[in-house]
């Protein structure tokens, strides 16, 4: 059975992939940039620990490899504040080192994870492969750049090799975007969302498991690239509304109208600008919330068999109850802090 490389071993969507590879068979060889997570592994999973940019190092754990999954990265945040000089010598240099490794050690696939972020922040009704990349981010521009790196090794180098262009995944998970959304809906600080009409595509963390294995055992690729979501976009009110009546919460009585959203933003951007920080409610948070972000994953489905199985309405509890098991464990870590300065 092919021995598959896994960088990114030890984040959300390496560990659940590390797993299905490992039960499904798969030797892995899993990249860790923190030793105290391989104890997450099964015991058959080889660990190894080290980072991307050591240019030496991973040329030496490719070794013996048949294929490579390229998850490492510098993700954004909300804000996206990273440093472009930080995305680029980790998004765009880790991965010309990952596939410079692949050619020399003779690995013969590679399946690296992009981010639909190459098409910029909104979109206007669906869109599919054959719209064009405007990255407006230091994350999104080097997602597109890492993914001009992967097709050109692919081409000079007869590389069986494709980028998937995740929609923002989703599943079981104590921090992100979602989680403290979570939070804030528990902790009343979230608006009640008006009726809205835009949509975006999500992705569960195992339709992406699923998407990674068809392309480990795909003969070939029609395309570079692959937009990957669920099998329907959501509705950005029926989000807000699934997750409030996870959390036990009646419905919304009222809902704030999105022009009193809009001019919060507005008084954020001004508030923002003086104190030089980061206010909850900005145009960019808004945007980001709210906005349109609508994909086709029917290129994916059509040529390679993918067939998601999960959808978030469905996970909602899941959600929920990860959430209730992180804030429990976080009480009483306070408690027991609280005792010893008692003490």
């Not at 979602?178 to 600080?189: H, N, T, W």
């Amino acid at each position: 059975m092919t021995r598959v490389l896994v960088t990114g071993a030890a984040g959300f969507l390496g560990s659940s992939l590390v797993e299905e590879l490992s039960r499904s068979g798969y030797q892995v060889r899993a990249l860790l940039h923190d030793a105290r997570r391989s104890i997450l592994f099964l015991p058959q999973v080889e660990t190894v620990v080290m980072d991307i940019r050591d240019r030496e190092r991973v040329q030496e754990i490719t070794a013996g490899c048949g294929a490579i999954v390229h998850l490492a990265a510098k993700v954004h945040a909300i804000d996206d504040c990273g440093l472009e000089q930080d995305y680029q010598a980790i998004n765009v240099e880790g991965t010309r080192n990952v596939v410079d490794a692949a050619v020399a050690s003779g690995v013969k696939r590679v399946v690296f994870a992009s981010s639909v972020k190459v098409f910029g922040e909104e979109t206007s009704g669906c869109i599919d492969e054959s719209w064009p990349a405007d990255p407006k981010t230091g994350y999104g521009r080097s997602k597109w750049l890492a993914e001009q790196l992967i097709s050109d090794y692919a081409t000079r180098y007869s590389l069986t090799a494709v980028s998937l262009r995740l929609s923002m995944v989703y599943g079981s998970s104590q921090k992100g975007n979602l989680y403290q959304m979570i939070e804030a809906i528990d902790k009343g600080r979230f608006p009640a969302l008006p009726r809205l009409p835009m949509v975006r595509s999500l992705l569960h963390v195992q339709n992406f498991v699923q998407a990674v294995v068809l392309c480990l055992r795909a003969p070939y690729f029609q395309r570079a690239a692959y937009i990957v979501a669920d099998s329907h976009p959501y509705c950005v009110t029926d989000l807000y509304d699934w997750l409030r009546a996870g959390l036990g919460k009646s419905p919304a009585r009222w809902r704030v109208p999105l022009w009193v959203l809009k001019g919060g933003a507005r008084a954020g951007d001004l508030l923002q600008l003086v104190s030089g920080g980061h206010i909850p409610l900005s145009s960019d948070r808004l945007t980001k919330l709210i906005g349109g972000a609508w994909f086709s994953a029917a290129a994916i489905t059509r040529e390679l068999g993918y067939q998601p199985t999960h959808s978030f309405a469905e996970t909602v509890p899941e959600l929920i109850a990860s959430y209730r098991k992180a804030a429990s464990v976080r009480s009483a870590a306070n408690l027991y802090r609280e005792s010893r300065l008692v003490r």
